[in-house]
């Protein structure tokens, strides 16, 4: 069994419900709940075989762990892998995973356990969508990132020449499950990236949340109790945005702070992760767009200066010309930005701030606009 799973019992567990009516499910949060993890699913699925996907670094990683405490807890799994990365949401790897899915024989009763980061999660949760028209999804993220974002509140996805994840679907998670000690094992990259996801939810509408950060952001890198309160007030965060607003018909927009800018970053640097991970585009995003913000009469030059200078203080990209490689022209961030999800008859739809904790969703904003901000960041930040 990995050494994780054996280090320490599992820690007092904190559980954050999603309330959706049938489709409600329960977040578990803790240090070493793996084989607790076990345990839920052979209770709450009595009979369900079960697939395991993950990558080929995970499944050397986690993986053998986590198929020992199924197998104790009386429960078959079968395991699938793809290489890890962004370049695997794709249209070739969902695919391959669904016909292993299927070689399988996952049933609609059975169960696709998603076992990684934001990567594993979208795709495993895509295919999961719709094998045989739909079976149940368990998420347990491996990653910080994934743990207080992607894993929770149901949206899927693979990526596409024109952007990312615009092919994809909503399927809610069965159970959520955030082993906090997995995170051990991320590279302080890896961590410092998932940690811009945890700032957000304090910009978006919790300015006491982000106060928090300032002051415990190293106690939450080392692991200790303030890493599961920092996870368990992010999913808490966002189970309630999920809870009002599924399918992101209103203010579950306001989850995408920073995102706009954040995915045209992304589709540039061709999803490329020695150049710039999900999280790294997400801080220069959620400084830019406090910048953009400021640059509107919005939001004071204090509390976008406190943004940028947490993130960096993190080590966390706050500009465009922190991307190794460059960012582009801003005419290609724009006309990257177009593709976005969130464009409405060509106008651009922005998540900006009157401060820290007042976030609100900014539609038709004028791509003249966005270009001259840009062109601007490109120009006096050099």
């Given at each position: 069994?990995?050494a994780?799973?054996e280090?320490?019992?599992?820690?007092?567990?904190i559980?954050?419900?999603?309330?959706?009516?049938?489709?409600?499910?329960?977040i578990?949060i803790?240090?070493?709940?793996l084989?607790?993890?076990?345990?839920?699913i052979a209770s709450?699925?009595p009979g369900a075989?079960?697939?395991i996907?993950?990558?080929?670094?995970l499944?050397?990683l986690?993986a053998?762990a986590l198929?020992?405490?199924?197998?104790?807890a009386?429960?078959?799994a079968?395991?699938?892998?793809?290489?890890?990365?962004?370049?695997?949401?794709s249209?070739?790897?969902?695919s391959?995973?669904?016909?292993?899915?299927?070689?399988?024989?996952?049933?609609?009763?059975?169960?696709?356990?998603a076992?990684?980061g934001?990567v594993v999660?979208?795709?495993?949760g895509f295919a999961?969508?719709v094998?045989?028209?739909?079976?149940?999804?368990?998420q347990?993220?491996?990653?910080?990132?994934?743990q207080?974002d992607?894993?929770?509140?149901?949206?899927?996805?693979?990526?596409?020449s024109?952007?990312?994840n615009?092919?994809?679907?909503?399927?809610q998670?069965?159970?959520?499950?955030?082993?906090?000690?997995?995170?051990?094992?991320?590279?302080e990259?890896?961590?410092?990236?998932g940690?811009?996801?945890?700032?957000?939810?304090?910009?978006?509408?919790d300015?006491?949340?982000?106060?928090?950060c300032?002051?415990?952001?190293?106690?939450?890198?080392?692991?200790?109790?303030?890493?599961?309160?920092?996870?368990a007030?992010?999913?808490?965060?966002?189970?309630?945005?999920v809870?009002r607003?599924?399918?992101?018909?209103?203010d579950?927009?306001?989850?995408?702070?920073?995102h706009?800018?954040?995915?045209a970053?992304?589709?540039l640097?061709r999803?490329?992760?020695?150049?710039l991970?999900?999280?790294?585009a997400?801080?220069?995003?959620?400084?830019?767009?406090?910048r953009?913000?400021?640059?509107?009469?919005l939001?004071?030059?204090?509390?976008?200066?406190?943004?940028a200078?947490?993130?960096?203080?993190?080590g966390l990209?706050?500009?465009l010309q922190?991307?190794?490689?460059?960012?582009?022209?801003?005419?290609?961030i724009?006309e990257a930005?177009?593709?976005?999800k969130?464009?409405?008859r060509?106008?651009?739809?922005?998540?900006?701030?009157?401060?820290i904790?007042?976030?609100?969703i900014?539609?038709?904003?004028?791509?003249?606009?966005?270009h001259?901000?840009i062109?601007?960041?490109l120009?006096e930040?050099i």
């Amino acid at each position: 069994m990995n050494a994780l799973a054996e280090a320490a019992p599992a820690a007092e567990r904190i559980v954050v419900p999603v309330a959706l009516a049938e489709r409600s499910y329960d977040i578990l949060i803790g240090r070493h709940q793996l084989c607790e993890a076990a345990q839920v699913i052979a209770s709450r699925f009595p009979g369900a075989r079960a697939a395991i996907v993950t990558d080929t670094n995970l499944a050397t990683l986690h993986a053998p762990a986590l198929e020992s405490c199924l197998q104790q807890a009386g429960v078959t799994a079968t395991r699938l892998t793809i290489p890890p990365g962004e370049s695997s949401k794709s249209y070739a790897r969902f695919s391959e995973l669904c016909d292993g899915l299927l070689a399988a024989k996952i049933e609609r009763n059975d169960l696709v356990i998603a076992l990684g980061g934001g990567v594993v999660g979208d795709l495993s949760g895509f295919a999961a969508s719709v094998l045989r028209r739909g079976v149940r999804l368990v998420q347990i993220p491996t990653s910080l990132l994934a743990q207080v974002d992607s894993s929770v509140g149901g949206k899927t996805g693979i990526n596409s020449s024109h952007g990312k994840n615009l092919i994809g679907a909503f399927h809610q998670p069965a159970l959520v499950v955030c082993d906090t000690a997995l995170l051990d094992t991320l590279s302080e990259r890896e961590f410092k990236a998932g940690y811009a996801e945890v700032v957000k939810y304090g910009l978006i509408d919790d300015a006491a949340f982000f106060d928090w950060c300032e002051v415990n952001w190293r106690r939450v890198m080392e692991g200790g109790p303030e890493r599961d309160h920092a996870v368990a007030t992010a999913c808490r965060a966002k189970a309630a945005v999920v809870a009002r607003d599924e399918r992101e018909d209103g203010d579950r927009a306001l989850l995408n702070l920073g995102h706009t800018f954040a995915h045209a970053l992304e589709r540039l640097t061709r999803y490329d992760s020695a150049r710039l991970v999900h999280g790294e585009a997400v801080a220069i995003g959620l400084s830019l767009a406090f910048r953009f913000s400021q640059r509107l009469g919005l939001c004071s030059g204090q509390d976008a200066g406190r943004v940028a200078a947490h993130l960096a203080a993190v080590g966390l990209p706050t500009r465009l010309q922190d991307v190794p490689g460059g960012a582009g022209t801003a005419s290609d961030i724009v006309e990257a930005m177009t593709q976005d999800k969130k464009v409405k008859r060509g106008a651009l739809t922005f998540i900006l701030a009157h401060g820290i904790g007042k976030s609100f969703i900014a539609p038709g904003v004028a791509t003249e606009t966005a270009h001259d901000f840009i062109e601007s960041e490109l120009v006096e930040r050099i």
